[in-house]
C-alpha cells in the first residue's frame, strides 16, 4: 500500500492519497478494512475510490463526495493502470469547496500516479 499524507490542504479541508493492486472486489473490500484500521482514515469524512479491472469492468464509490469516484477512474482509464485501486481521502475543514473539490482530486490521483513511476 502506498499512501501520500497531506496532498492538499484548502480552507481547512486536508486531503490524501492510498493505493494498492487489486484483483477482486474482495481484495477492495480487504484494502478498504485495511486502509480504516486506521483511525484518521476510519474517521474521514470521504473515502472515495476506484478501480479499473484488467477485464474492463470497473467499480468506483463517492461515499458521499458526489461524482470524484468518476474523476478517479477517468485518470485510471487515462493512464491505463488496471488492477488497482486508488483512494482519496478528505478530512472536511467545514465550508464548502464547490468545484474546486475535483481539482483537489485530480491533483491527489496525479501526485499518486507519480509516485508510482
Do not use: P
Not at 497531506?6 to 473490500?29: I, K, L, P
Not at 484518521?40 to 464509490?61: D, E, F, I, M, P
Amino acid at each position: 500500500m502506498l499512501q501520500l499524507e497531506n496532498v492538499v490542504s484548502d480552507r481547512g479541508s486536508r486531503y490524501a492519497v492510498s493505493g494498492g493492486a487489486v484483483g477482486s472486489a474482495a481484495d477492495v473490500a480487504a484494502f478498504l478494512k485495511q486502509l480504516k484500521r486506521g483511525k484518521r482514515y476510519a474517521k474521514a469524512t470521504h473515502n472515495t475510490w476506484a478501480v479499473l479491472y484488467s477485464g474492463g469492468a470497473q467499480a468506483k464509490n463517492d461515499d458521499g463526495e458526489s461524482g470524484a469516484g468518476m474523476v478517479i477512474l477517468r485518470m485510471l482509464e487515462r493512464e491505463g493502470l488496471t488492477d488497482h485501486i486508488v483512494v482519496v481521502t478528505r478530512w472536511y475543514g467545514g465550508k464548502h469547496l464547490g468545484g474546486d473539490r475535483f481539482r483537489h482530486v485530480q491533483t491527489c490521483v496525479r501526485a499518486y500516479l507519480d509516485a508510482l513511476d
